[in-house]
């Protein structure tokens, strides 16, 4: 018996060594080596690649095709599932790996034709730019034929890679698309205007905060305190009254996507340099979105950050011109509503009579299934969705699916020495519409806008329109020569953190209908305005500002209410007031009272704002509110003071009795979702915890504690700028934080979420992200090598 048992005992442990033994095998085979000779046959001349103690590539060449050849080596070793991820999500292939679950988001990049689309964008290059891509896709492939093993997420997953293309890059780039996709905020607002009358529409559309006003005013008169439509609002909540609360009609909490970014000129710092500084806030991820790379090619040379799978610096500096990138979060996607044709139903209607749809049909793939056949209608405009809206088919006319509007044109900024000449280089640059933040080694800064700008004729662009009788539509796109800038202000710096850049006076036609940076921007020009004698330290220190007046507000308001000579003394409020006096403005690890503030302004969002949106879902069972800028409206309405305008009034007698429930609903749903009794000592530390994971994670739990980053309290708030937002297991924040002075790049500082390196067991996977929370930067540039690599051309 006893023989039996230690016979079993010796075999499960042997079983569970050799499971480890394979485990290991397969994270640690895939792992490359930074060092050794290695042959590219796509080179013309020898190539040397040294590898900094963070693992970042330093590549040294003599023309731009072997440099972007070795990049795609060296990035392939490094990220190659994760570029085989963004180049399937683009494509519509991520069902082929996952399986049914994913067929919902290939078929919406299917409707797109975002395959073909990059077929035709490539047709279109410049021949250089097409070499650039050739070249890296063989760095790439030479990368996985010299591969020992594959990673260990194509292991698991039990597929190979297929050979890289040189469309393959632009499907990456296309994944950058969706920074300018949004029909599905036109989508609501068409809803809107059928459902509320025009003069609430109005207020809930606010295209800015109160801070955005006081930087570049528009609309002022929105923060005006009488701005209300006081009887349309008051017909509304009288309709309210007696139905069932309505659920889910707002979502204040959306997934934002933006970026802080700004120049400072000479007079402002201390060695007379001007300084970029450029944070960028994308989903937090394992690996991280961005890659650090050092080319150096001839005489030129591009350090900064590109996106893995293009042979891009997409921001960083060429050593006389340093640039840095923002959203602009701007509207460039328009819902076009179609009428068929009345004697030919099978048509819809043109200005030029009517036409026949063109239909094309795509195959989706799916793991375990038979593959899935979707047809597509097109029309003059774009591709015609699959969701109706208003009882009327929608097309899609937006820009990033011209094939025009995306080119490599950055890779020309390896050229330029001025600001002044780089600015119609970034005006002409295929990407998404962004902000184009410059600085120059002779100390010019400059604003201008990239990317390609709808130009609308009889259309706002916020409601979807019928275009078929032509009053309607898009005259092209802003030239080159019309787009504006902002170059060398008095004020001797420029901020551009997803607020509205323009007012009516500086730029007449809205670009955008909902800018969500209103308070980061005001913040960084209040703290640039008072400064002098700065360095790239002290700009550092700036992007980790967690101040966050943003709140005062919610928490003046709650402890009015918890304060009111009227109200009921119980004892709930005490440890309430206790965590709302003890907060000090500032979203720390520490600060108290905070988790408890930003609950109330969400609850308070939906509170008031639900009633007014009760029609929509009867006009749309699936409508959805979403508005950076919602507070404007709340905000208006609480301040009113207005009886007539209270939520509930059979429930509740005043707006303190009102407000007082709501703050008291929130603490409860706070504690319970912390494991709490009560709210009174939470931190916000413990409430806002980094989240950064591994797509895998969730699939392979029992590497999931090694895939993940750790989760730890993190300093930073949606409102401040060292911004960051975690939700559901989801979170945005700044991937990278970069400050850099054109020319005194060895002075220039880095930090960087999670790691170099996308291979579970290198020792740059993680070796990044405890500096990254704790806020400590690095040199930009290294001076010292761990390794070093000979790539060589065939013989």
């Given at each position: 018996m006893r023989k039996a048992m230690r016979r079993s005992v010796i075999l499960i442990v042997t079983v569970l060594l050799a499971g480890v033994a394979t485990l290991i095998g397969i994270v640690r085979l895939p792992l490359p080596e930074e060092g050794g000779s290695h042959v590219l046959s796509a080179l013309g001349e020898a190539v040397v690649v040294e590898f900094d103690s963070v693992g970042v590539p330093h590549i040294r060449a003599t023309s731009r095709t072997d440099a972007y050849a070795a990049l795609g080596y060296v990035t392939a070793r490094d990220r190659l599932f994760q570029m085989d991820m963004l180049r399937r999500k683009t494509g519509g292939r991520l069902a082929e790996i996952f399986g049914a679950a994913f067929v919902k988001d290939d078929s919406w990049s299917r409707v797109m034709g975002f395959e073909r689309l990059a077929g035709a964008i490539l047709r279109q290059l410049?021949?250089?730019?097409?070499?650039?891509?050739?070249?890296?896709?063989?760095?790439?492939?030479?990368?996985?034929?010299?591969?020992?093993?594959?990673?260990?997420?194509?292991?698991?997953?039990?597929?190979?890679?297929?050979?890289?293309?040189?469309?393959?890059?632009?499907?990456?780039?296309?994944?950058?698309?969706?920074?300018?996709?949004?029909?599905?905020?036109?989508?609501?607002?068409?809803?809107?205007?059928?459902?509320?009358?025009?003069?609430?529409?109005?207020?809930?559309?606010?295209?800015?905060?109160?801070?955005?006003?006081?930087?570049?005013?528009?609309?002022?008169?929105?923060?005006?305190?009488?701005?209300?439509?006081?009887?349309?609002?008051?017909?509304?909540?009288?309709?309210?009254?007696?139905?069932?609360?309505?659920?889910?009609?707002?979502?204040?909490?959306?997934?934002?996507?933006?970026?802080?970014?700004?120049?400072?000129?000479?007079?402002?710092?201390?060695?007379?340099?001007?300084?970029l500084a450029n944070d960028m806030h994308l989903s937090l991820e394992a690996p991280n979105i961005w890659y650090q790379a050092d080319l150096a090619y001839g005489s030129r040379r591009m350090e900064g950050l590109t996106l893995p799978g293009l042979p891009m610096i997409i921001t960083g500096t060429n050593g006389r011109v340093a640039w840095g990138l923002t959203s602009v979060e701007g509207d460039f996607a328009d819902l076009v509503r179609l009428r068929r044709d009345a004697a030919e139903p099978s048509k819809y209607r043109t200005p030029n009579g009517a036409r026949d749809f063109s239909t094309r049909v795509e195959r989706i793939g799916v793991r375990g299934a038979p593959a899935i056949a979707l047809p597509v209608k097109e029309t003059i405009w774009g591709p015609v969705l699959p969701e109706p809206l208003l009882g009327s088919e929608v097309a899609l006319r937006w820009t990033m699916l011209d094939p025009i509007a995306t080119n490599l044109d950055l890779m020309e900024m390896d050229s330029v020495a001025i600001a002044a000449e780089a600015a119609p280089l970034m005006r002409g640059a295929g990407v998404p519409p962004l902000n184009a933040l410059l600085a120059d080694s002779s100390g010019s800064i400059m604003w201008t806008l990239m990317g390609k700008i709808p130009k609308r004729r009889g259309l706002s662009g916020l409601f979807a329109e019928f275009w078929d009788d032509g009053s309607v539509g898009w005259d092209g796109y802003y030239s080159q020569q019309e787009l504006p800038s902002i170059v060398d202000p008095a004020s001797g710096y420029i901020v551009s953190a997803n607020q509205r850049m323009l007012g009516a006076a500086d730029f007449a036609p809205k670009i955008g209908h909902d800018y969500s940076g209103g308070f980061r921007a005001w913040r960084i020009d209040q703290r640039l305005s008072l400064s002098s004698g700065v360095d790239e330290h002290d700009?550092?220190?700036?992007?980790?500002?967690?101040?966050?007046?943003?709140?005062?507000?919610?928490?003046?308001?709650?402890?009015?209410?918890?304060?009111?000579?009227?109200?009921?003394?119980?004892?709930?409020?005490?440890?309430?007031?206790?965590?709302?006096?003890?907060?000090?403005?500032?979203?720390?690890?520490?600060?108290?009272?905070?988790?408890?503030?930003?609950?109330?302004?969400?609850?308070?969002?939906?509170?008031?704002?639900?009633?007014?949106?009760?029609?929509?879902?009867?006009?749309?069972?699936?409508?959805?509110?979403?508005?950076?800028?919602?507070?404007?409206?709340?905000?208006?309405?609480?301040?009113?003071?207005?009886?007539?305008?209270?939520?509930?009034?059979?429930?509740?007698?005043?707006?303190?009795?009102?407000?007082?429930?709501?703050?008291?609903?929130?603490?409860?749903?706070?504690?319970?979702?912390?494991?709490?009794?009560?709210?009174?000592?939470?931190?916000?530390?413990?409430?806002?915890?980094?989240?950064?994971?591994?797509?895998?994670?969730?699939?392979?739990?029992?590497?999931?504690?090694?895939?993940n980053m750790p989760r730890i309290p993190v300093a930073g708030c949606r409102q401040c700028i060292r911004f960051y937002f975690a939700e559901a297991g989801k979170s945005s924040g700044a991937n990278v934080r970069m400050v850099v002075a054109p020319g005194r790049e060895s002075e220039g500082l880095m930090q960087m979420a999670a790691g170099q390196s996308g291979q579970l067991g290198s020792p740059h996977y993680s070796d990044r992200q405890m500096d990254w929370v704790a806020g400590r930067s690095r040199p930009f540039r290294a001076t010292t090598f761990n390794g070093r690599m000979s790539l060589t051309p065939a013989p």
């Open positions: 410049p021949a250089e730019q097409r070499a650039a891509l050739t070249a890296y896709a063989a760095g790439v492939n030479q990368a996985m034929r010299d591969a020992a093993a594959w990673p260990w997420e194509f292991t698991i997953l039990a597929y190979a890679p297929e050979p890289w293309r040189p469309q393959d890059s632009i499907l990456v780039a296309l994944n950058l698309a969706d920074l300018s996709y949004s029909a599905d905020q036109e989508r609501a607002a068409s809803v809107m205007r059928v459902a509320l009358p025009e003069a609430v529409v109005d207020l809930l559309t606010p295209d800015g905060d109160c801070y955005n006003e006081m930087l570049a005013p528009r609309t002022p008169e929105r923060c005006a305190p009488s701005a209300l439509p006081a009887r349309e609002i008051e017909q509304l909540m009288r309709e309210a009254k007696g139905r069932e609360k309505s659920a889910g009609l707002v979502q204040n909490e959306h997934t934002p996507r933006g970026s802080n970014g700004w120049v400072v000129a000479p007079g402002k710092t201390r060695d007379g340099h001007a300084i700009m550092a220190a700036l992007q980790l500002d967690a101040s966050t007046e943003f709140y005062r507000y919610y928490q003046t308001l709650a402890l009015r209410a918890l304060n009111a000579p009227e109200s009921e003394s119980d004892e709930d409020s005490a440890p309430l007031i206790h965590a709302l006096e003890a907060w000090d403005g500032r979203a720390e690890d520490n600060s108290l009272g905070l988790p408890l503030i930003v609950e109330f302004r969400n609850s308070l969002i939906d509170a008031v704002l639900s009633p007014l949106l009760a029609r929509c879902r009867a006009v749309d069972p699936g409508f959805v509110y979403e508005w950076s800028n919602a507070d404007v409206p709340v905000q208006r309405i609480i301040d009113s003071g207005s009886a007539e305008f209270l939520p509930e009034r059979d429930t509740h007698r005043d707006w303190p009795h009102f407000l007082r429930a709501v703050l008291r609903e929130s603490a409860r749903r706070l504690a319970r979702s912390n494991g709490r009794g009560s709210v009174a000592d939470l931190l916000w530390g413990e409430a806002n915890r980094v989240e950064i994971r591994h797509p895998l994670a969730v699939a392979t739990p029992f590497v999931t504690p090694f895939l």
